[in-house]
Structures are given as structure tokens and as C-alpha cells.
T-cell receptor, first 113, second 116 residues
Framework: GENVEQHPSTLSVQEGDSAVIKCTYSDSASNYFPWYKQELGKGPQLIIDIRSNVGEKKDQRIAVTLNKTAKHFSLHITETQPEDSAVYFCALQKDTGRRALTFGSGTRLQVQP | GAGVSQSPRYKVAKRGQDVALRCDPISGHVSLFWYQQALGQGPEFLTYFQNEAQLDKSGLPSDRFFAERPEGSVSTLKIQRTQQEDSAVYLC??????????????FGQGTRLTVV
């Protein structure tokens, strides 16, 4: 079945620095890879996603890279701001069979002003 | 509505009590998912509906958990004879699949269940 490992579990950076979170997975049938941001007391919110036919996607300060051969994908946040502080989850999903999202264990990002 | 709405936001139940958690998905969204999120962990899948059909309930941890979506819109997750290990945040998500492709899942704020 699907399994996804996420690292690091906590990450502290100075405002303006970059942050990188990595996830590895085992099921080669996975073809949709979203990243969610969860603030305290709220539900997860999609910040960026990528499909298996794309190697990289960028949206302003956020980018995601995908290496299907090595089965890992990463979230990159540049020019971090205090409001980026939250828990970030990677996830994956298949278009066939089991339709549920499988989530990583989360990374708590703290951006120090 | 503007987003996925869940009620109640907080629920305290005595051990052995039955609870019902409600989810109002985004209007028109075909797919509806329930997830359980324990403290400090990622959400874990419970069950999935496409319209009124429950297509996957493989994540339900025991037969005390039951979910329904009778008219293909509002869904209810029911937990019978609650136990302390049921304490968690229960998240509902909905999406509008495009053809056979997965698209963004929108999450509600969740219901925090505490069993005492």
C-alpha cells in the first residue's frame, strides 16, 4: 500500500531564508502530489500540487519538485515570512483504485523574525 | 456555501456515548472524504463517498464507526460506544474530480472529539 515518509519533523529558519521539506514514497502508481499547510485549529489547506508528468512547479515563493524515478518530492519555500509558520504535510494520491490521500507525518515550520 | 462546513467544532463525550459528526461539503462536489487526525500526526483516511455511494470504507478502525451520505450531499460520521482512543480531530474534505483525475480536496476545519 501507499507509504510516505516526511522529513524533517521540525524546521526553524530565520525570516528571509529558504525552507525545504522532503518526502519519499513507495507506491509507483501514485501520480498526484499535493502539499498542505495547516495552521492551529484549522483544516489543511492546499498550497501547491504537482502531477507525475511534471518535474517542477512554481507559484511565487513556493515550488515543488518531483523525481518519479527516485520516488521523492520536495517543497521549497523561498524568502520565508513569519506567516509561513505552520505545519506542512505532503500527500499523494492515485487516480485509480484507492482514491484517498495518504499524508506524511508533517513538518512544523517556525520562521523566526 | 463558501467552503466545507463541519459541526460541531468541538465535542466532549463520555466513554460509551454515541456521537454524530456532520459535514456539509462544497455544493456540487461529488467526492467526499473523512479523515481522522490524532494529535501531532497527519490525517488518516477513514472513508470515501462518490455521490451517495460509499466506495471505500477500508480506513474505518472498527464496526463502531459508521458513515452515510444518503442524498449525495451532507454526510454524517457516527461513532458508537466511544472510547478514549477515538479522541482526535475528524476532518471532512470534498472535491470535484475532473474526468478520472484527482483535483484539489477542500478540507473543513474539523471536529475535535474528546472522549473522557
Amino acid at each position: 500500500g501507499e507509504n510516505v515518509e516526511q522529513h524533517p519533523s521540525t524546521l526553524s529558519v530565520q525570516e528571509g531564508d529558504s525552507a525545504v521539506i522532503k518526502c519519499t514514497y513507495s507506491d509507483s502508481a501514485s501520480n498526484y502530489f499535493p502539499w498542505y499547510k495547516q495552521e492551529l485549529g484549522k483544516g489543511p489547506q492546499l498550497i501547491i500540487d504537482i502531477r507525475s508528468n511534471v518535474g517542477e512547479k512554481k507559484d511565487q515563493r513556493i515550488a515543488v519538485t518531483l523525481n518519479k524515478t527516485a520516488k521523492h518530492f520536495s517543497l521549497h519555500i523561498t524568502e520565508t515570512q513569519p506567516e509561513d509558520s505552520a505545519v506542512y504535510f505532503c500527500a499523494l494520491q492515485k487516480d485509480t483504485g484507492r482514491r484517498a490521500l495518504t499524508f506524511g507525518s508533517g513538518t512544523r515550520l517556525q520562521v523566526q523574525p | 456555501g463558501a467552503g466545507v462546513s463541519q459541526s460541531p467544532r468541538y465535542k466532549v463525550a463520555k466513554r460509551g456515548q454515541d456521537v454524530a459528526l456532520r459535514c456539509d461539503p462544497i455544493s456540487g462536489h461529488v467526492s467526499l472524504f473523512w479523515y481522522q487526525q490524532a494529535l501531532g500526526q497527519g490525517p488518516e483516511f477513514l472513508t470515501y463517498f462518490q455521490n451517495e455511494a460509499q466506495l471505500d470504507k477500508s480506513g474505518l478502525p472498527s464496526d463502531r464507526f459508521f458513515a452515510e451520505r444518503p442524498e449525495g450531499s451532507v454526510s454524517t460520521l457516527k461513532i458508537q460506544r466511544t472510547q478514549q482512543e477515538d479522541s482526535a480531530v475528524y476532518l471532512c474534505a470534498s472535491s470535484l474530480p475532473r474526468m478520472l483525475m484527482n483535483t484539489e480536496a477542500f478540507f473543513g476545519q474539523g471536529t475535535r472529539l474528546t472522549v473522557v
